[in-house]
């Protein structure tokens, strides 16, 4: 009697398009391990994503504005689920994997820095092998995360690949060649990255008032929509409609209204002095966290990986932090205390 996996594996092979990745043909783990009689090894991939510390605490990490207070502002953690929802929307329409999907979608940010991108700039300047967040994401799946005493979450090939090629959006968006991901999966969510963060965005900067409705360019609002909902499903069908045979696409139209959104956004929102004068900050505060901990290293750090020199140790831990408590570290090590008699 075949187990509930293989029926569901048998089920992706009658519904599924012929370029979907099927969980049956897996490349693997870089660990072999058993099947698990329930679930395929894509769905697993994402249960262990979801309950590992590093998804957690995404919930503290920048997407746009630094350390929000409000209550309606994204953060690195609903930015993720978001990309997850929109991701499944495109994979379901195309017959595509859904579950690999997903699971890329979930991974994808988990080497993410305190204060989003500025904490990556910060750690590629100070760090001389370099420092990509995407790379980062692959490490912490790879290694930093523990499953007991096992080291790292031991995900699938195709997850993997997935979380390390998710940028590649940007290439289909200008339609040039990039390299991976290698599966359709992979790439519609790296499409679906760039779908969430430029309608979430925009959103979030005009209700910090950083941006008014009327200033977005009119031609891309004209073509995509002008509600947030509206851009997300213009965006959505525009992908799904200009996929064809196995390759991904964007219809034209819909594309170019894409760029110029985005290019509005990298000239006029991210680089705006309100949110420009608090990166500064952020940068300074890590810049200084970091060079101090490498020479005061915390007890953590201490007990890191031994096969990792201090540097690679002090990077990771650092890289691991949410805005929160890297702020909470440096008032502690950096700030001067009040006398206590």
Not at 91 to 119: C, K, Q, S, V, Y
Not at 228 to 235: D, F, Q, W
Request: aromatic share 6%; glycine share 8%.
């Amino acid at each position: 009697m075949s187990t509930v996996r293989e029926q569901i594996e048998a089920r992706e092979r009658a519904t599924l398009s012929p370029h979907a990745a099927f969980a049956d043909a897996s490349r693997g783990r870089l660990v072999t391990e058993e099947e698990d009689p329930y679930r395929t090894v894509f769905q697993r991939d994402r249960d262990r994503i979801i309950h590992c510390k590093a998804f957690r605490r995404l919930k503290r990490k920048t997407q746009v504005f630094l350390a929000p207070t409000g209550d309606h502002y994204r953060t690195r953690l609903t930015h993720t689920l978001e990309v997850m929802q929109i991701s499944r929307t495109v994979a379901r329409a195309l017959f595509l994997n859904e579950d690999l999907t997903e699971a890329i979608a979930m991974g994808h940010d988990l080497g993410h820095t305190p204060f989003g991108h500025a904490g990556e700039s910060v750690l590629n300047e100070l760090y001389e092998p370099g420092f990509a967040h995407f790379e980062q994401s692959l490490r912490v799946a790879d290694k930093l995360e523990r499953r007991g005493d096992r080291r790292g979450l031991n995900l699938s090939w195709e997850v993997r690949d997935g979380i390390l090629h998710h940028s590649r959006g940007k290439a289909i968006l200008l339609g040039v060649e990039a390299e991976g991901p290698v599966t359709l999966e992979g790439g519609v969510m790296s499409v679906c990255d760039a779908i969430a963060y430029m309608s979430h965005d925009i959103d979030d900067a005009i209700r910090a008032g950083v941006i008014r409705e009327e200033d977005l360019p009119p031609r891309a609002v004209q073509r995509l929509g002008t509600t947030t909902s509206g851009r997300i499903e213009t965006m959505v069908v525009g992908l799904i409609e200009g996929s064809r045979d196995g390759a991904l696409g964007i219809a034209p139209d819909v594309r170019d209204a894409m760029n110029e959104l985005r290019d509005y956004l990298y000239q006029e929102v991210y680089p705006c002095e309100t949110i420009d004068a608090e990166i500064r900050k952020a940068k300074k505060l890590l810049r200084e966290l970091y060079l101090h901990l490498l020479d005061h290293p915390s007890a953590e750090i201490l007990a890191g990986d031994a096969e990792d020199d201090l540097v690679r140790r002090t990077v990771d831990f650092v890289a691991g932090m949410t805005d929160d408590y890297a702020l909470r570290l440096y008032e502690a090590r950096l700030l001067p205390r009040p006398w206590k008699p």
